[in-house]
């Protein structure tokens, strides 16, 4: 059964960094395509950044230039690298990836900005 999980999110003053983790397990396929979304206590889930099975990425304007996303080498894990931290980054974190055939999509962990 695949299973994606997130990891890495915590508490982090502002101005603070934090990578988050989506290892997939389950299965022999890589990670083709993936995603972040994020929803904050009272506001839809957003895409905050997306990376195709080029490479390309791209991202939520209010996180250009402060947000990284990439893959490991073996293409298991999914990273998001947040730098310079705002509260407004407060919510739960999502990733949602393309294996092999099919969309999968994770749990989410907890990311809190404090001022």
């Known amino acids: 059964q695949v299973q994606l999980v997130e990891s890495g999110g915590g508490l982090v003053q502002a101005g603070g960094s934090l990578r988050l983790s989506c290892v997939a397990s389950?299965?022999?396929?890589?990670?083709?395509?993936g995603s972040w979304y994020r929803q904050a206590p009272g506001k839809q889930r957003e895409l905050v950044a997306a990376?195709?099975?080029?490479?390309?990425?791209n991202f939520l304007d209010s996180v250009a230039g402060r947000f990284a996303i990439s893959t490991d080498n073996a293409r298991k894990t999914l990273f998001l690298q947040m730098n310079s931290l705002k509260p407004d980054d407060t919510a739960r974190y999502y990733c949602?990836?393309?294996?092999?055939?099919?969309?999968?999509g994770g749990q989410g962990t907890q990311v809190t900005v404090s001022s």
């Open positions: 990376l195709s099975s080029g490479g390309r990425a």
């Open positions: 389950g299965t022999s396929f890589i990670i083709t395509s």
């Open positions: 949602v990836a393309w294996i092999g055939s099919s969309n999968y």
